[in-house]
């Protein structure tokens, strides 16, 4: 059974940081472009940040113009996860986090954490 489950999301004053977490189980993880997407209160969902094996250890990671120098992703495919480093949080960045997997056709998403920042 797939899984995607991620943890990390919480209240945080505008300037400061959280990470995210997004643990995979049910599918061959190392293989699959993984994401972080968000939407915020009457929203539509936007892409974060991806990061794309290139084989061996080798990652591509690319950002939304927003979050560029901001957010970090990165991943372990040793423990299937993925993470999400975010600094010099604003309150733009509140939002429902969600991880998503995809190596088509199969797409695959998790439930989804809250980031709330107060300004």
């Known amino acids: 059974q797939v899984q995607l489950v991620e943890s990390g999301g919480g209240l945080v004053q505008a300037g400061g940081s959280l990470r995210l977490f997004c643990v995979a189980s049910?599918?061959?993880?190392?293989?699959?472009?993984m994401r972080w997407y968000r939407q915020a209160p009457g929203k539509e969902r936007e892409l974060v940040a991806a990061?794309?094996?290139?084989?061996?250890?080798?990652?591509?990671?690319d950002y939304a113009d927003s979050v560029k120098g901001r957010f970090t992703i990165s991943r372990d495919n040793a423990k299937n996860t993925v993470y999400l480093q975010m600094n010099s949080l604003k309150s733009e960045d509140t939002a429902v986090y969600y991880c998503?997997?995809?190596?088509?056709?199969?797409?695959?998403w998790g439930k989804g954490t809250l980031v709330t920042v107060s300004s």
């Open positions: 998503n997997a995809n190596r088509p056709p199969e797409d695959y």
């Open positions: 049910g599918f061959v993880f190392r293989s699959y472009r």
């Open positions: 990061i794309i094996p290139l084989g061996g250890s080798t990652n591509l990671a």
